[in-house]
């Protein structure tokens, strides 16, 4: 499985973003996806994560009530809606694809994309 995130860029506080994570390769809209973030200094971290038909959804609590995680199973695409963005939110986010485990850790990650940098400014 190929993963390619795009979206990332430079916001200011309270903005929005939406991310994508295009897969390609063999029955990628049957993972499991996740989004994780590193940002600059920091380990890297688990955002949001989506089971392969959209019924069972995870976030992290830093995340929760702002951002949202969707995905379209018909384009092989994994989205990450963020609003209401903070200075906090800047990092790195990668999009992932489960093979087995906890959707909130990153060894259940098979496949990784190349991560999209978002920068948020005060």
């Known amino acids: 499985v190929q993963l390619q995130a795009s979206g990332g860029g430079l916001v200011q506080a309270g903005g929005s973003l939406r991310l994508s994570c295009a897969a390609s390769?063999?029955?990628?809209?049957?993972?499991?996806m996740g989004w994780f973030r590193q940002a600059p200094g920091k380990e890297r971290e688990f955002v949001a994560a989506?089971?392969?038909?959209?019924?069972?959804?995870y976030y992290a609590d830093s995340v929760n009530g702002r951002f949202t995680i969707s995905r379209d199973n018909g384009k092989n695409t994994v989205y990450l809606q963020m609003n209401s963005l903070k200075p906090g939110d800047t990092a790195v986010y990668y999009c992932?694809?489960?093979?087995?485990?906890?959707?909130?850790?990153?060894?259940?990650?098979?496949?990784w994309g190349q991560g999209t940098l978002v920068t948020v400014s005060s």
């Open positions: 989506i089971n392969w038909s959209g019924s069972s959804i």
């Open positions: 992932a694809a489960v093979g087995s485990g906890s959707y909130y850790y990153e060894s259940s990650y098979d496949y």
């Open positions: 390769g063999r029955t990628s809209s049957s993972f499991g």
